[in-house]
């Protein structure tokens, strides 16, 4: 009986233990494989709480070479402007960066291979203003910033009209505060195209390039952008623009961006994430490519109307042959963003069809919050 009892025991044990033994083979094989391979990859911080993260590197591992694996899907999630000083600093010193976020469920930042938004000012050392003081004049602290990968945001457009908000040394500050916190960001100052403006890195088995642009005090240079962008898209497998651009508080996207957007699409960019009206335009799909003309405001300070509390964010999931777009129309209250539902969600997707310019398809699709884009 004794005897017996063992002998079930060990058998138990060897079942209950040979998973597990396997799955600390594949994760050992997969890391293995990832370590030292691909610079582009060991620049881009890993999302810690996302284990398929992991699995975000070059196949070459067993783990990989199962007949018919292809790059896995990549997963983005793209926010308009963030803005963390003036009144919304003010708030976060009293109740905290938490209490902004507290309107979300934490999983809705999960899964994500990327996580941006624009970022409305300059990084600077300790936080600090430098002369000349302006109206509107946005600095952010560095450790503030760093709270946001709690949220995993590991990705930052900087082109906009208040990166210079600081002068020389806040824009350089911003680069490398940025950097020494472990995000990626792309983009120059207002009107300015160079090395800045773009960033390549290595997510989900793709080759990603990474653009930002800002044309709010007057036009880009068209042939710079163009051939920054047809660079871009030579080396790389996908290419998202972010662009600071039209006029403030208007829905309707105007004839300028227009052009500019279908210019940026011509020179090889995938898709368009505009922002600076601090209220959301509409979207338009050109040659299969999607833009978002505003993504309006993410977490700012503008209480005086609904509809600059009215913001959206764009999920994009991006597999071999097409893309699907989540669609998440938000509702701020006091810089405390919250999921519309029901009625309110519904309301915004009608007015969000009328601010754009799609067809019957594409809107019916709108109305759902999500959209399908095949790009075979
Ligand atoms: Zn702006």
Known sequence: MKNNHSTNDLVFIITALTPIFFVFLIFYFAWDNGAGTDRGVESAPAIAD??????????????????????RPLKMLFFGDLMLDRHVGEKIARTGLDDIFSGF???FFRGYDLIGANLEGAVTDNGEHYPPAMSYDFAFHPDLIAELKNYNFNFFNIANNHLSDQG???IEETGKNLDALGFISAGCADRKIG?????????????????????VYGLLDQNKMENAVRKLASSTDQVIVNIHWGREYEHNFNATQRSVAHKLIDAGADIVIGHHPHVVQGMEIYKGKPIFYSLGNFIFDQYFSADTQEELAVG???????????LFPLRSKSSRPELMADDERR?????????????????????NGQLHISTK
Do not use: Y
């Open 168 to 170: 020389e040394r806040g």
């Open 195 to 215: 090395e800045c403006s773009s960033e390549i890195l290595a997510l989900s088995g793709r080759k990603i390039g990474l653009a930002g642009f800002s044309m």
């Open 347 to 367: 309301i915004f997707f009608d007015k969000f069809v009328k601010w754009s310019e799609v067809d019957n398809g594409t809107a019916r699709q709108v109305e």
């Open 50 to 71: 996302n284990p398929a993260a992991v699995f975000a590197r070059p196949a070459k591992s067993f783990a990989f070479n199962l007949p018919g694996s292809a790059a």
């Open 105 to 107: 469920v934490s999983e």
């Open 316 to 326: 994009l999931e991006i597999v071999d042959g097409g893309v699907t777009i989540d």
